[in-house]
């Protein structure tokens, strides 16, 4: 504290303290709490607001939560955004221990750029890039085709195909970023102290990296979760009419005015997301702590 | 014996750069071998081929009868201790020795006694449960070799193990590794540039320099007799004195130097004319008396400067040819005789004088 005085001075840690505070007050907790009191309102005309109907309520709730169609989106957005979540960390694993082994060789330099380069076209191109490829006459069925392993075309996009590999490739750095920090701090030397010992690669990853990577891949997974089961437009783009995410619920009742149910909708996406953040903290046991390290 | 290592011929190539050329040698089953040269030198990467982390790009690494080549380092029966010891810091002390055992698929009561029998035998019973960070820099790095000697390898390498510790525990543990090596009766291959260290602990000791072996002995011999004026240099001090062979006879040649003609053991058969350098360790020159009667190795100079070292008093001498020539006096309770800035006449035994070809040295402060 005292040197974080002598560092930024007294102005300009009020102006920090300041500043965090109103993001924190003015973009999150605002928003949040406005939403959370249109959750429990009803959706009335404005000629009864304030009236004696306007009061608190779990109908929105019910509705959301009782109804088959919703319960069947909500479940389906989990598992698939949990789906996304194991994908992402299989892919990016592998990616992000190579490039932090490698950091001083030009081999992991290039393997880095060609990870970011894509990621400086906009999201929604990207999403649409993939359209095209997995579309019912896109590349991939085309390819598949001629190779003779399909005899017709197969539905990516309404088969939740779409969406998973779109959302896992959109969020891919938000996994890698976090595990190759983390990695990147590991003592090589304690790779090959485990391998001298005796210990098969795998074992060398499951006694000594991954222990060591945990709170960079707790981050990795929470906000990979969060991002893909928050997602709009990718699940827009690439999932089709048969495959309806929960955010397009949401969507779809703040469009038809209905901001009450949206953000009921929007208050058990929040809730979701939270305990999910739980049960993966508890699953590898990292505190708030070591994730903010 | 069985367990003997052979390195033969061994090179190791990175890209153009030759990092070590044609080593050979025999080191016997339970013995304490150093390897010892300056920074650079080599001497972690022969240490990494003999542990498997990387190939030999020529020549050939045995163990006994056993050809250790493309035996990768998990199987390979040597266990290497890494330079900053490289402990698991997530697991505690009992299950950082044990974890070779571990992912053998040893049960957990036989680990248990091992790691009990290691811990004793490194006199840190009880530390068990510890964790790594609240461990002392000695005590891990008796954790470190508990962990190497708990899988039972043939042969334990160490990697300058000792150069993060400080003066005192430095010396301490010169005495452990040696007294640990006794009991546990196994090789040990030692890695170090601290020529004080080599010559402490080890059987034998092998010079290196630019990738190359320059000369393999026992302490004293390679103390004693250096075979070249690396060893002479590297290997603790000496009075450097470049110059001409004027006359040999026998055993002996006269070397005439910036100081004189001086004489001196002549081991390499140099003839008149060739291009010399003699060697003086600074305790073999001694203060001459003034009833001494002296017809060879004098030198006359001032006394330069006087550095009390405890055991011994550093002392450096003017010659009147300006060079500085280095002795050391035992200190043996009596004080000096003298005073910096006196007139002193300094001298040396033949025998304690080496004429060596002239080559390439590892100290700067050579007398032209
Ligand atoms: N992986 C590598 N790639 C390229 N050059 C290397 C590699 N490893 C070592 N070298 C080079 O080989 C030479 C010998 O290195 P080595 O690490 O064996 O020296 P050392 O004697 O252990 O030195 P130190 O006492 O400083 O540890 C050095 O010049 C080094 O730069
Ligand atoms: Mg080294």
Not at chain 1, 133 to 141: A, E, V
Not at chain 2, 10 to 29: C, L, M, N, R, Y
Request: hydrophobic content about 50%; overall charge neutral; some cysteine.
């Amino acid at each position: 504290m005292s040197s974080a005085l002598t560092r930024f001075g007294r102005l300009g840690l009020a102006y920090i303290f300041t500043a965090t505070g109103l993001w924190l007050l003015v973009l999150m907790l605002l928003p949040l709490i406005v939403t959370i009191d249109y959750a429990f309102r009803p959706f009335l005309p404005p000629v009864d607001w304030g009236g004696p109907n306007d009061r608190y309520t779990f109908d929105n709730f019910a509705v959301v939560l009782l109804n088959k169609f919703n319960q069947t989106i909500f479940l389906k957005t989990i598992w698939a955004s949990v789906l996304v979540t194991v994908l992402s960390l299989a892919a990016c694993y592998p990616v992000a221990y190579t490039l932090a082994r490698e950091k001083r060789s030009g081999r992991a330099r290039w393997l880095a750029i060609a990870l970011i380069i894509p990621f400086l076209v906009n999201e929604l191109l990207r999403a649409f890039a993939w359209q095209l490829l997995l579309s019912y006459k896109g590349l991939f069925n085309q390819v598949l085709m001629s190779l003779g392993f399909i005899s017709e075309p197969f539905d990516f996009i309404n088969k939740n195909v779409g969406v998973i590999v779109g959302l896992v490739y959109t969020y891919l750095l938000f996994m890698i970023l976090p595990l190759y920090t983390a990695l990147e701090s590991l003592d090589p030397n304690l790779v090959d102290a485990a391998r001298d010992l005796g210990a098969p690669w795998w074992r060398i990853h499951w006694d000594v990296v991954l222990p060591h990577a945990k709170p960079g891949l707790a981050n990795g997974c929470i906000v990979t979760f969060m991002l893909a089961a928050g997602s709009f437009a990718v699940p827009q783009l690439l999932g089709g009419t048969g495959s309806l995410w929960f955010t397009q619920l949401i969507y779809n009742q703040f469009n038809a005015i209905n901001w009450n149910m949206g953000a009921a909708y929007a208050f058990c996406l929040v809730i979701l997301c939270l305990v999910f953040i739980v049960i993966v903290m508890w699953l590898l046991r990292v505190r708030l702590s070591d994730i903010a390290r | 014996m069985k367990n003997d290592l052979a390195l033969i011929g061994v090179a190791k190539t990175f890209g153009p750069h030759v990092a070590v050329q044609d080593v050979s040698v025999d080191i016997a089953e339970g013995s304490f071998f150093s390897f010892l040269g300056p920074s650079g030198c080599g001497k972690t990467t022969i240490l990494r081929m003999i542990s498997g982390f990387i190939e030999p790009s020529a020549g050939s690494i045995r163990l006994g009868t056993l050809d250790l080549a493309g035996i990768v380092p998990n199987r390979r029966p040597t266990a290497l201790i890494f330079q900053n010891l490289a402990l698991f810091p997530l697991m505690s002390v009992a299950e950082n020795i044990g974890y070779g055992l571990k992912v053998r698929g040893v049960s957990a009561a036989a680990r248990g006694r091992k790691v009990d029998e290691m811990l004793d035998l490194i006199a840190l019973s009880g530390f068990a449960g510890k964790r790594i960070e609240e461990l002392s820099g000695g005590q891990r790095q008796r954790i470190a070799i508990a962990r190497a000697l708990a899988v039972e390898p043939k042969v334990l390498l160490l990697d300058e193990p000792l150069s993060a510790l400080d003066l005192k525990l430095r010396q301490h543990m010169r005495a452990e590794l040696r007294t640990l090596q006794r009991r546990a009766g196994i090789t040990f291959i030692y890695i170090t540039h601290d020529q004080g260290e080599a010559l402490a602990m080890s059987d034998r000791v092998a010079v290196m320099s630019k990738g190359q072996i320059e000369q393999i002995g026992g302490s004293s011999d390679i103390y004693d007799n250096p075979g070249s004026a690396f060893v002479a240099s590297f290997v603790g001090e000496s009075n450097i004195l470049v110059g001409r062979i004027t006359a040999t006879d026998g055993q002996f040649a006269v070397i005439e130097t910036a100081v004189g003609d001086l004489r001196g053991r002549n081991p390499k058969h140099l003839t008149t004319g060739d291009a010399a350098m003699l060697f003086v360790r600074p305790e073999r020159l001694r203060i001459a008396a003034a009833e001494d009667d002296l017809v060879v190795n004098s030198l006359t100079g001032d006394i330069n400067e006087v550095m009390f070292e405890g055991l011994t008093f550093i002392i450096t001498l003017r010659h009147v040819s300006s060079r500085l020539v280095t002795l050391s006096l035992a200190n043996d309770g009596t004080g000096l005789a003298f005073a910096p800035g006196s007139r002193q006449t300094v001298s040396f035994s033949p025998a304690d004088g080496l004429i060596l070809p002239a080559g390439p040295i590892a100290r700067l402060d050579v007398v032209p």
